[in-house]
């Protein structure tokens, strides 16, 4: 067995700090909005610098790199059902497709909560819960894969490692060093943008601003206004 270096030190940190960030943010209690609303920001920052990187980034970190194709995700699943799994030096088939489904679905989750528009709000928590359920499905994923394939791929996230047999690894292309430069130009850019977006009103801030509004417009009604409305109109 041999191992060879697919995820770059960025990659691994990218992908510790989303799920941290999504996590705390998910899990946040209601009255610890601010807590809710910046890790909300750190995730979206997260992806500001994954689409960058998912274009100029190493090897295995690029977009091109994990085309989900059906032809390959099907090649996949049937070599892991009859116990002769294809190897792949970054996402195989099947995790492209859990990985380009997370990402879509926590973008969706972070813009319903971040822009200011009242009629997508009741998404946001819709596409938060389906995040979850798609990750804990790409943990079983992973964890039954990893059985199957013996590359480590959990451990993987942890140094960067990939195991594959001597005859495949010979054929596998190593990933390059962590763009340093190209991550803290992204992520500084990024934080910028989020910075004007907030204080231009493109994104939300404080956090509850429009609970607050809401009680303020119900609090500006006239004294006995709602008990004089017809029953059926409050």
């Known amino acids: 067995m041999t191992r060879i270096f697919v995820w770059d030190g960025a990659m ?3 992908h510790w700090l989303l799920v941290a960030g999504f996590l705390v943010a998910y899990f946040t209690p209601e ?13 979206l920052s997260l992806l500001a610098v994954r689409i960058v990187y ?15 194709r059906p032809r ?6 049937r070599g892991l059902v009859k116990g002769t799994p294809q190897h792949s030096a970054g996402h195989n088939p099947t995790s492209a497709l859990g990985a380009w489904a997370l990402l879509v679905l926590i973008l969706a989750t972070v813009l319903t909560g971040a822009l200011p528009i009242k009629a997508i709000r ?17 943990v079983i994923g992973v964890i039954v894969e ?16 990939k195991t594959f047999p001597e005859g495949v690894a010979n ?3 190593a990933s390059g060093s962590t763009r340093r430069g190209l991550v803290a130009g992204a992520l500084a850019l990024a934080v910028a ?4 977006g907030v204080g231009t009103g493109t994104l939300s801030w404080p956090p509850g601003k429009e609970k607050h509004q809401e009680e303020h417009k119900e609090s500006a009604l006239p004294a006995g206004y709602l008990e004089e409305l017809p029953v059926g109109q409050v």
């Open 12 to 14: 691994r940190l990218f």
């Open 72 to 77: 390959d995700v099907w090649a996949h699943t």
């Open 31 to 43: 009255r610890a909005m601010m807590i809710h609303t910046i890790s909300g920001y750190l995730v």
């Open 193 to 196: 943008a989020i910075a004007v």
């Open 146 to 161: 990893d059985a199957l394939t013996g590359e480590g791929l959990v451990a993987s996230m942890v140094h960067g490692f």
């Open 54 to 68: 998912g274009f100029a980034g190493s090897a295995h970190a690029r977009f091109s790199d994990f085309l989900p």
């Open 171 to 173: 054929k596998m292309r």
């Open 122 to 138: 009741p998404l946001h928590s819709v596409f938060a819960d389906l995040t979850i359920a798609m990750a804990v499905l790409h």
